[in-house]
């Protein structure tokens, strides 16, 4: 017979009662970096961009639209600047037996759960700046996920490393989905991987 009780709310947990594990410190200020980074880029291309049409002509209008760009570029650099102050305290991870926990947000807020049994890979990965800081990310790919389906940046370049090992070694005592060697119409073995359990 078919059972299905219902579960109380009261009793189910809760995401703020977790004892959430900050990003690396550094994180801000490698955020602001790249943000500066790509900023530069952004004002000297409009640096050449404004020269030219000043030698060319230099009406007044033209200026004034040329003043108006100069400042919407310095407000949104000001603002990249500034979103990592506020963006990276509010993320955060959990490790737990069973799962991995992610959370994200300031405007809008995500809190993702990736157990591990649903895992086929983790990696970790740096671009130079992350090296700089001595950051990595570290990517979670789940079955039957397009790409990454979680993604924790910021972590230091060891708690990368180590978490990587650690879902390694969940998926290593996970007992579904074994690789089977599957034999083609020759006879000779090709690796091919079974979804079915040994």
């Known amino acids: 017979m078919f059972v299905n009780p219902e579960v109380a709310l009261e009793s189910l947990p809760s995401a703020d009662a977790l004892d959430w594990l900050a990003l690396d410190p550094a994180f801000v200020r490698c955020q602001q970096a790249k943000a500066l980074l790509r900023w530069a880029v952004v004002a000297i291309v409009a640096g050449v961009a404004s020269g030219m049409a000043l030698v060319v002509d230099t009406q007044a209008p033209e200026l004034e639209l040329i003043l108006a760009g100069w400042g919407v570029i310095v407000l949104f650099a000001a603002r990249a600047l500034v979103w990592p102050l506020l963006d990276v305290p509010r993320r955060g991870y959990v490790v737990r037996d069973k799962d991995l926990v992610y959370k994200a947000g300031v405007l809008w807020r995500s809190v993702k759960a990736v157990p591990y049994n649903r895992v086929q890979h983790a990696e970790t990965a740096s671009g130079p700046v992350d090296r700089r800081y001595g950051l990595a990310r570290l990517t979670v790919f789940t079955a039957g996920g397009s790409g990454g389906d979680l993604r924790i940046d910021g972590l230091s370049s060891d708690v990368a490393e180590r978490l990587r090992a650690h ?32």
Request: charged share 35%.
């Open 167 to 198: 879902i390694a070694a969940k998926l290593g005592e996970a007992p579904s989905t074994a690789k089977r060697d599957a034999v083609d119409r020759d006879g000779r073995e090709c690796g091919a991987f079974s979804t079915e359990s040994p």
